[in-house]
């Protein structure tokens, strides 16, 4: 690799690696030291092809997002870890939003299972169509859209506050952003 390559790179990682490993946290779901691993080999392949990539951010999330299915798919049962603290955020990020609202989404996401989180994580917070949801999770896109309604539901169920309760209202999708949960 030519010095300003690894410099590109070097600029790269300091600049969007809290972001990136935000993310890694949700797709962890919260385990900060697997998030931490994800990332690092999300970049260590990144690093291997710079030269050849057009647009960094989007490889590395989509590494992302594909080494985490693939340890997904290794079927080792392994308990979630949760954590009381949100992890640091860049400048980016609301700071009014409420954080009792936060922690109390942060624990609901965590009570989803592996999939639901997958769902609402490429869904709401990174905003990618179905169609991407199926491709990336290998299943239809049928599948995506009933797990996304069911894991509002239940997340509206384990935090009221994000909107209606009970089944006989009609659930309208949130939308998950760098500032915060919007119904």
Known sequence: MKASSHDEFREFV???????????????GGD????EDLLQIALMKA?????????PEAYVRQVLYRQQVSRWRL???RAETT??????????????SDPELRIALWAALGRLTKRQRAVVVLRYFE???????????G??????????????????????????????EQVKPLSFTSKGVQG
């Open 14 to 28: 300091a600049m969007r690696s809290t972001a990136l490993l935000r993310l890694a946290v949700l797709l962890t």
């Open 32 to 35: 900060r030291h697997a998030a």
């Open 47 to 55: 690093y291997g092809r710079w030269a050849q990539i057009e647009q």
């Open 75 to 77: 079927r080792r049962h």
């Open 83 to 96: 954590v009381p603290v949100l992890p640091e955020s860049d400048g980016d990020a609301d700071t009014g």
């Open 127 to 137: 905003d990618l169509p179905e169609g991407e949801v199926a491709a990336l999770l």
């Open 139 to 168: 299943c239809p896109v049928g599948t995506v859209r009933s797990t996304a309604y069911r894991s509002l539901a239940k997340l509206r169920s384990l935090v009221p506050e994000l909107g209606p309760e009970g089944p006989a």
